[in-house]
């Protein structure tokens, strides 16, 4: 089922903090470009497999796999297995841990979700997982995802033994200007963003900034804010009716045929056929 | 099976207030004494039936239905079907709110919980009463359980047609005297307490708090501690090992003789019978 559960719009979800945790359902392949934001992303693999970059190594995460990755850790995700099921969680720590906690509990979740990591399931989780995508609650979606997301928290406190791979966040990719970079990148998506903006507000040359997004991302920073957009442009054509001109707005392109154009050259396909290929299949 | 999860001993249960949210499985006929305590207390029947009566009038809950008692208000349990099962959560406001949540939400789970309802549940409702109860997360059990607390709740905001009974707590119950009676009662039950001690501490005279307790509790301040000294005895009985001796000075009686004659005077039975014939049940 191609259903994405959140409590905001899609239209919040890209590049900005988020005041309420929410989820989203990964049933095609939708490759991402190095990014970071600022929430906490826990994946879940239901099905297949999934290989994903953090901190420029890659991991393979197979089926019953969770992984953690903090709040600005640079992460992309690589390649998924074609009927994979992957669901992605976002949150805040302050969804999960409450004030009248123990110091000690406090102290626990905020050095889980402080490194990355990653650890197999009980069957109990992933149930969870499954509970937070088909959340109903309406207007309090918020107080039952905050609740399942501290249920699922209390499970890795009490078993530690499930992480199979931990690993401290280095210091080198959350530098400020790594920070800013990805900040002011992903709020001006939907302008005309320049790199001569971006090297101004970071207060590097043009040239230094063109070498620095190279080094850090892999990518030129065309590439970069192209393929920043497609993956956005990706979700709302599988999540949202939304037709394609909206859509080609909505994720900062000039024009329909711009958009049309970067997309094939990006997915070798147009974006129509895409959603009628992928929307199709379910 | 007689099993009573709970965060903090048995012996911090009575007449305090927990800083964790715990919850205990009543599988015999406990009738307790008029009481309240600074906990929402809630009720839930997983079969049979049980009387409870809240500020002096009887309601019967039946198999399925909640009732949740908040804080200061007074209620006593009356009588259980002989094989019902019944669950008691006791939990703080704070245990479910965050302070992420939004003030709507806020004020909903506080407005809830100060009054005291009925509710029918769902399936999944009474799925998390048993999670609570089975709950084994060791030092992390205060993280798990405000989690399926938090839960619950999201159910009552979320499907508010399953209350079937709702009532605003009055004032008269709530006085300052009669939490203070009952605060001093409850924190000298082991000791010597006296009706004089009382009256001091309340500013009464000693007779005019005679007339007091027994026009609030329907009970003499002798019949009334005794009660409440045997319920905790009762307790003591079926969920812990500890010998007769023990749970006679546990609960303040000033021998085991006495112990053993108000038991047999209030429960037609002594202790050492009740316990072997209730264990024997199980």
Chains 1, 2 share one sequence.
Not at 47 to 55: E, H, K, M, P, R
Not at 107 to 127: C, D, H, Q, V, W
Not at 162 to 181: A, C
Request: with cysteine.
């Amino acid at each position: 089922m191609q259903k994405a559960v959140e409590s905001n719009s899609h239209t919040k979800r890209f590049g900005q903090i988020h005041t309420q945790p929410y989820s989203f359902l990964v049933t095609q392949l939708v490759s991402s470009p190095k990014h970071w934001q600022a929430e906490i992303e826990g994946v879940y693999i239901e099905s297949g497999w999934l290989d994903i970059s953090v901190q420029d190594q890659t991991y393979h995460l197979k089926a019953g796999n969770f992984m953690f990755i903090p709040e600005g850790v640079i992460h992309s995700y690589l390649k998924k297995a074609d009927d994979g099921v992957v669901h992605v969680l976002k949150f805040l720590q302050e969804h999960v841990i409450k004030h009248t906690f123990a110091n000690d509990t406090k102290t626990a979740i905020s050095r889980m979700y402080k490194n990355y990591f990653i650890a197999e399931s009980l069957p109990a989780m992933g149930e969870i997982v499954h509970q937070i995508q088909e959340a109903d609650f309406g207007d309090y979606n918020e107080c039952y995802l905050c609740s399942k997301l501290t249920e699922l928290t209390s499970y890795f406190l009490r078993y530690p033994s499930l992480v199979v791979m931990e690993k401290s966040r280095g210091n080198e990719d959350t530098s400020n200007s790594l920070r800013s970079t990805f900040d002011f990148i992903h709020e001006h998506i939907r302008d005309g963003i320049t790199l001569e903006a971006l090297a101004n507000h970071l207060g590097f040359s043009v040239c230094y900034c063109s070498r620095y997004i190279k080094k850090k991302t892999g990518m030129t920073f065309v590439e970069y804010v192209n393929a920043s957009r497609i993956s956005e442009a990706e979700t709302l054509l599988l999540e949202t009716n939304d037709n394609i001109t909206e859509i080609a707005y909505a994720t900062g392109f000039s024009s329909v045929q711009t958009f049309n154009r970067v997309f094939k050259q990006i997915r070798n396909i147009n974006p129509t056929e895409y959603r009628k290929k992928r929307k199709g299949k379910k």
